[in-house]
């Protein structure tokens, strides 16, 4: 086994001990289920972790996610506004 081959084994096996746990691939899969289309404003929207946004939510811009097959949710910034009024 050459030593590049080796190394090439650690990453896979660093990589497949990094994704292993239940909480990593359970957060993959709702990372993108939490991405919604807000019906006020169409843009791309989703929840995140307030400790590293304190806003708690992400918006995308206007076409860089598609649609298709997301949950239509107002966004936490229509929503304010529609509060605010
Ligand atoms: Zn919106």
Redesign the pocket.
């Known amino acids: 086994m050459s030593d590049q081959r080796k190394l090439r084994d650690i990453d896979d096996f660093i990589n497949a001990r990094d994704y292993e746990p239940a909480e990593t691939r359970g957060r993959k899969i709702v990372v993108d289920k939490q991405i919604k289309i ?1 019906n ?2 169409k ?1 791309a929207w989703e929840s995140v972790n307030a400790r590293n946004h304190p806003a708690g939510f992400t918006i995308y811009p206007l076409g860089m996610i598609p649609s298709y097959g997301k949950k239509k949710q ?2 936490p ?2 929503k304010r506004k529609q509060e605010l009024k």
């Open positions: 807000c006020q404003c843009r107002t966004c910034t229509c």
